[in-house]
């Protein structure tokens, strides 16, 4: 079974910034990442997504301060958050899709918290 692995979550200062990591177990091919976040009482939402050629989608809020990349050969995504504000507060999730084993997987969330 593939596991999507995140790292690099945690409590940061408004302002500040945080780097979260997500490696796809095996190193499958993917077609699509993403990171989705869900905060209290809210539903999950696409945060940034980027597919295998490198093209990318940001939700609204998320532009010019986040940055979503990927290394092909680690199986790997990033994302790269800047200005952090505590609106950005929530659980941020990995989310790959792929030929089998990948198909669509989740990771297991990590937590954001944007704090003064």
């Known amino acids: 079974q593939v596991q999507l692995v995140e790292s690099g979550g945690g409590l940061v200062q408004p302002g500040g910034s945080l780097r979260l990591s997500c490696a796809v177990s095996g190193r499958f091919f993917t077609d699509a990442m993403a990171w989705y976040r869900q905060a209290p009482g809210k539903q999950r939402e696409l945060v940034a997504q980027i597919n295998s050629g490198g093209a990318t989608t940001y939700e609204e809020s998320v532009k010019g301060r986040f940055t979503i990349s990927r290394d092909n050969a680690k199986s790997t995504v990033y994302l790269q958050m800047n200005s952090l504000k505590p609106e950005d507060t929530a659980v941020y999730y990995c989310?790959?899709?792929?030929?089998?084993?990948?198909?669509?997987?989740w990771g297991q969330g990590t937590q954001v918290t944007v704090s003064s």
């Open positions: 989310y790959a899709v792929g030929p089998p084993p990948v198909r669509s997987s």
